[in-house]
């Protein structure tokens, strides 16, 4: 199981961003995927899971409306789309594999979301 995401962002505070999560070695839709994110000098924060074979979601309660999760089968690739950014999300931004739910496995590389003016 391979997971690749993708590179670095910076945008302004308000702008949005979204994150890719390219899935290999495995079935996209056998695994949900969750997306958890970092911030400096802080713990690792869940963010929420996508089943990708009904698109299901679950969001943690901090980020409803704000986030969004999508899963494309054909390209075998998974999203996170944050919108009305501000200083307080820049952070790491990981996908992770589970096949329960609250059991990562398999982690990305992180991708570094930067917010600032």
């Known amino acids: 199981v391979q997971l690749v995401q993708s590179g670095a962002e910076l945008r302004n505070p308000g702008a949005s961003v979204k994150v890719s999560c390219k899935a290999s070695?495995?079935?996209?839709?056998?695994?949900?995927i969750n997306w958890v994110r970092q911030a400096p000098g802080q713990g690792l924060e869940w963010m929420g899971r996508?089943?990708?074979?009904?698109?299901?979601?679950k969001y943690a309660q901090n980020f409803e409306g704000r986030v969004t999760f999508t899963a494309d089968t054909s390209t075998s690739t998974a999203y996170v789309e944050l919108i009305s950014l501000r200083s307080e999300d820049t952070a790491v931004y990981y996908c992770?594999?589970?096949?329960?739910?609250?059991?990562?496995?398999?982690w990305g590389q992180g991708t570094q979301v930067t917010v600032s003016s």
């Open positions: 992770a594999t589970s096949r329960i739910p609250g059991t990562e496995d398999y």
């Open positions: 070695g495995y079935t996209l839709t056998s695994r949900y």
């Open positions: 996508i089943d990708p074979e009904d698109g299901g979601t």
